[in-house]
Every structure is written in C-alpha cells, then in structure tokens.
C-alpha cells in the first residue's frame, strides 16, 4: 500500500507561482516514475506532467516552459514549480503512481489562479 499526499496549492494571481509538493510513504516511490494530473470543473482528468525514476521530466503542451517537475528520492517528495500560472490552470492537482498493476492518488490540492 502507498499514501501520497499533496500540499501547497492555493490561490494566486495570473502570472504568479506555486510549487506543489507530494510526499509518499514508502521508499518504493523511488522505483518508479510519479505524475501530476489536474481536473478542472466539468473536465475530464488530464496528465500534466511525468518524471521518471532518473529524473527526466515530460511535459503537457499547454504547462511546456512554465511547469518544471522534480523529485527527491530521499524525502520520497516530488514537486511540481508552476510559473507564469494562467486562469485556465486551475483545477484540482493530483499526483499519481502506478505500482505494478495498482494506481495510488494522492486526495488533491486545489490551485485557483486569478486573472
């Protein structure tokens, strides 16, 4: 079983920063690539953005250059820096792990970007 747990969201104005945070329970999170979703009202659920188990980060068009993801291993953490946050960014903030044929999410973290 794993837990994982978001924090930092929030409300901000248009062209202002967050950094989201997801910690995990157990160091197995090391093993494996981590995502951050979001869910927007009325939407369906969208990958923003992956890091793999070495570090490399792949991106959704529309966070490219503005989102840098990251992990730490040894805090079992992985981060999510957003910049130059847009009103169309907000949305519930998820992260995410696949652990063989299990997926673990994390309760979610509500970021509200003002224009």
């Known amino acids: 079983q794993l837990q994982l747990v978001e924090s930092g969201g929030g409300l901000v104005q248009a062209g202002g920063s967050l950094r989201l945070s997801c910690a995990a329970s157990r160091s197995i999170f090391s093993l494996n690539a981590m995502d951050w979703y979001r869910q927007a009202p009325g939407k369906q659920r969208e990958l923003v953005s992956t890091?793999?188990?070495?570090?490399?980060?792949n991106y959704a068009e529309s966070v490219k250059g503005r989102f840098t993801i990251s992990r730490d291993n040894a805090k079992n953490t992985v981060y999510l820096q957003m910049n130059s946050l847009k009103p169309e960014d907000t949305a519930v903030y998820y992260c995410?792990?696949?652990?063989?044929?299990?997926?673990?999410w994390g309760q979610g973290t509500q970021v509200t970007v003002s224009s």
């Open positions: 995410h792990q696949q652990l063989g044929f299990a997926d673990y």
């Open positions: 890091i793999t188990r070495e570090g490399r980060g």
